[in-house]
């Protein structure tokens, strides 16, 4: 009884080994299995026999690899998909705020164009040459900037 216990465990230690390992190689085990038939309760024996020739089922096993393989595969991909899909649907939003923004930057400009437009009407309106001094424009600006922002407005005393 001893005996078969040994075996027993030493075949417990055996089929603990990697499966690739065993469904190419199970010599070993198969040798064991041998030592132990006719001394151990049939459903055991039907229990270890399938586990002693692992060989034979070698292509379920590479099947059933392959299978796990592209199954992690899979969920990777998925994972990496669901990452690109964040990151699109964040640059999507992205894109909205500058397309939103475009039309109230394209009014900001329209109105500084505009403020620009009327302070070089009211620049060149000061700029305007001095007839009674025979001067250019500097003097009515230097003239001009003494004055208020109303009088700015209209051409200096001494320039009319």
């Not at 064991?32 to 089922?57: C, K, V, W, Y």
Request: overall charge positive; charged content about 30%.
């Amino acid at each position: 009884m001893a005996e078969i216990r040994a075996k027993l465990e030493e075949l417990s230690a055996l089929l603990h080994q990697d499966t690739a390992q065993l469904v190419d190689d199970s010599d070993s085990a198969k040798a064991l299995f041998q030592t132990l038939r006719g001394q151990i309760p049939a459903d055991a024996e039907e229990t270890l026999f399938q586990a002693a020739h692992l060989e034979s089922r070698q292509l379920q096993y590479q099947k059933a690899t392959q299978r796990l393989a592209d199954r992690a595969a899979l969920a990777q991909l998925s994972e990496e998909m669901m990452k690109v899909k964040l990151l699109a649907d964040e640059k999507h939003k992205n894109i909205s705020i500058l397309k939103s923004s475009g039309d109230a930057l394209k009014q900001k400009i329209s109105d500084l164009s505009a403020k620009r437009e009327a302070l070089l009407a009211e620049l060149k309106q000061v700029e305007t040459p001095c007839p009674k001094l025979n001067k250019r424009k500097t003097n009515c600006l230097k003239r001009s900037s003494v004055l208020s922002k109303s009088e700015m407005s209209k051409p200096a005393r001494h320039c009319r």
